[in-house]
């Protein structure tokens, strides 16, 4: 795929770690929800949380920081 766009094998490695040092990088909503969630859950549980987040709570947390910043409002169970 990268060689069809004309970007070296060498270059590859560089290429990436540039992108993800990149302003664009830091600018997709994705990931600083998911940090941020992620975030949150470590702060509760670190201060005493008695019980982990379970599988459903992960998956939620995954599909509200890809759908939340496209949408008004959402609700979950």
Avoid: V
């Amino acid at each position: 795929m990268f060689q069809d766009e004309g970007i070296a094998r060498e270059a590859l490695e560089l290429n990436t770690w540039h992108y993800l040092q990149s302003e664009s990088f830091r600018q997709i909503p994705f990931l600083k929800l998911y940090a941020l969630f992620y975030a949150s859950f470590a702060r509760k549980g670190g201060s005493g949380q008695k019980s982990p987040p379970d599988r459903g709570t992960t998956n939620d947390l995954n599909m509200l920081s890809l759908l939340l910043p496209y949408c008004d409002a959402m609700f979950i169970d």
